[in-house]
């Protein structure tokens, strides 16, 4: 039996749906399952509190030195707003409310200030529509139309592939050298905006982008790592799914299922068999995906890392949970390496090649992805050792510090918003109720922004 109950928490209404069971009902599993997910809500608190005590109002916490760190002269306060939708994720409410408030009285893109395109997209404009979805506060929409308004100059380039910046005041663009993951990671976003405030361009100008860029594969449905938005010119024909690269692929799924894009549709279809017949390569220590020339598909480095780690994920979206499994396993293998995930392995050797972490999230991802779709509790123990591994290394007393080398465990002074917005989401996903979030109707951006089909 499920009651559902509707909650006044401030000026945000949440629904919960509550399922009528007696204590003993419950099992062991299922109990220390929600104690490992209040845990993780614990850990969010603990990180975020810090961030409100020496960084409030700017873009990041430095956990070691108790200050902040801001990209840009004037801070736009992209902690804020990355990590509202993962409170209210885990019923947070009252400090989502607070949050949403401070945000929206604050927060101004009429800033003399040049950004770079992509991660303002991913982390900004992707949490304020999935806090306006989730909230229906206008206000936050409103926010997300002024800043994609400000972002649309990007986009004039002779290919209509975007240049990497833009100044939010005057609309001056730089930087016409770019990547497939710059690119080709604006589509949910513009998409998303363009079906909630009516207005095609934003959807256009961020499809044209991906098409122009696909269309520019090489013969063997290849990318590579640089091309010049102005001549469509690749700069860098190294063909991977790590940095630069790596969420081109991602959006070419994810916006299939959300618009129904039959041209994305088909360029994801396209491309993944591209990656599984050219840079696929089972060796003794597992499945991994390498790199490649685009042009002639000769292998050239045994590289995988943090990054490579969120096409498990991508795969068991698109059905592929045997190579979904595979890969995670791989992954997983990584990470305990050096009980950490470095930055870089070679999976010739097991050996790591740059030892950094700066705490991100794709692993914990691509857990969260095969266990809704599989169900396999193998994905849960992962959790754990991802969450265990956190709070022994990197949890400090103010925050969690990212990693100089994860094989001393020497700390960096850093903790970038994708913390809260990813690693701490996915975490606590692995262990909420499944139905928390149902991933056949939700699409999350790369930023773990969740975007429902409202429209």
Not at 131 to 141: E, H, I, P, S, V
Not at 351 to 377: C, H, Q, V, W
Request: net charge negative; hydrophobic share 40%.
């Amino acid at each position: 039996m499920k009651f559902h109950i509707l909650v006044l928490c401030g000026s945000l209404f949440v629904l919960f749906s509550l399922t009528a069971v007696s204590q003993p009902a419950l099992t062991t599993t299922r109990l220390e399952d929600a104690q490992t997910a209040e845990r993780v809500k614990a850990e969010f608190l603990h990180a975020w509190s810090a961030y409100k005590r020496y960084a409030w109002g700017h873009e990041h916490l430095k956990p070691l030195s108790r200050s902040y760190d801001d990209w840009h002269t004037e801070s736009l306060m992209t902690t804020a707003v990355d990590a509202l939708d993962t409170m209210i994720l885990m019923g947070l409410n009252e400090e989502a409310g607070k949050t949403r408030d401070f945000i929206v009285e604050n927060l101004s893109f009429d800033k003399d200030v040049e950004v770079k395109n992509f991660e303002i997209t991913i982390r900004l404009l992707g949490g304020l529509l999935s806090g306006y979805q989730l909230m229906r506060d206008d206000r936050l929409l409103k926010l997300a139309d002024d800043l994609g308004g400000r972002l649309l100059p990007v986009f004039d380039s002779p290919t209509g592939m975007p240049y990497m910046y833009v100044n939010l005041r005057t609309g001056k663009v730089r930087e016409a050298v770019s990547n497939p993951a710059e690119i080709g990671t604006l589509l949910i976003e513009f998409g998303t905006l363009s079906k909630l405030t009516g207005k095609p361009v934003y959807y256009e100008k961020a499809k044209q982008a991906l098409v122009e860029l696909f269309n520019r594969r090489s013969s063997l449905g290849l990318i590579g790592e640089q091309i010049n938005v102005e001549t469509g010119v690749w700069v860098d024909p190294s063909s991977h799914i790590g940095g630069r690269i790596d969420s081109y692929y991602e959006y070419l799924l994810k916006c299939w299922r959300l618009f129904d894009d039959k041209d994305c549709e088909q360029m994801w279809k396209e491309s993944v068999a591209a990656l599984h017949k050219h840079l696929a390569h089972e060796v003794p220590s597992g499945l991994w995906y390498g790199r490649v020339d685009m042009m002639t598909g000769e292998r050239k480095k045994t590289w995988f890392g943090g990054l490579e780690a969120f096409l498990p994920a991508v795969l068991a979206l698109g059905g592929d949970l045997d190579r979904a499994k595979r890969l995670q396993e791989s992954s997983y293998a990584m990470w305990n390496v050096a009980g950490l995930e470095p930055e870089l392995l070679d999976y010739s050797t097991m050996k790591i090649l740059n030892p950094g972490y700066p705490l991100r999230p794709e692993i914990m991802e691509s857990a969260y992805y095969l266990l809704f779709f599989t169900g396999d509790s193998r994905y849960r123990e992962m959790g754990r050792t991802f969450l265990e591994s956190l709070i022994k290394y990197s949890r400090t007393e103010n925050g969690y510090a990212a990693f100089r080398n994860v094989e001393t465990k020497e700390q960096k002074d850093e903790m970038e918003s994708f913390f809260l917005a990813e690693t701490l989401k996915y975490l606590y996903l692995i262990f909420a109720p499944r139905e928390t979030i149902d991933l056949n109707t939700v699409v999350f951006n790369t930023e773990a922004h969740p975007i429902r089909r409202t429209w």
